[in-house]
């Protein structure tokens, strides 16, 4: 009898309810880095675009109203606008085109 009690202290774990090796799943603080690393580079794509379309028409407006020119600031700011989103999808897909 003493043989067998010697083979369960010695590490015989059939007993435990242990789980078994595998990857956690439980969406844990570690899972959330994980993932907020890996969507990073994107999170701010609409931020570039937009910001390099809406400023130049938003600066020619204001331009407008200070020299009294109205659509010519907005319309240059726009054609600006559109060229430097152009130019920021082009950098955009060098850079994740990759």
């Known amino acids: 009898m003493s043989a067998t009690h010697d083979s369960d ?3 015989d774990s059939s007993d435990r309810d ?4 595998r990857p956690h799943s439980s969406g844990g603080v570690a899972d959330w880095m994980k993932a907020l690393r890996d969507v990073a580079p994107y999170l701010d794509l609409g931020w570039r675009l937009a910001g390099a379309a809406a ?3 938003l600066i020619g407006y204001a ?3 200070w020299l009294g020119t109205l ?3 907005v319309l240059i700011g726009a054609g600006l606008g559109l060229a430097s989103a152009a ?3 082009r950098r ?3 850079e994740f085109g990759r």
């Open 9 to 11: 202290a010695a590490g």
């Open 18 to 21: 242990e789980p078994p090796d």
């Open 55 to 57: 400023f130049p028409p």
């Open 63 to 65: 331009v407008d109203a």
């Open 71 to 73: 659509p010519w600031g």
């Open 87 to 89: 130019v920021q999808l």
């Open 92 to 94: 955009l897909q060098n």
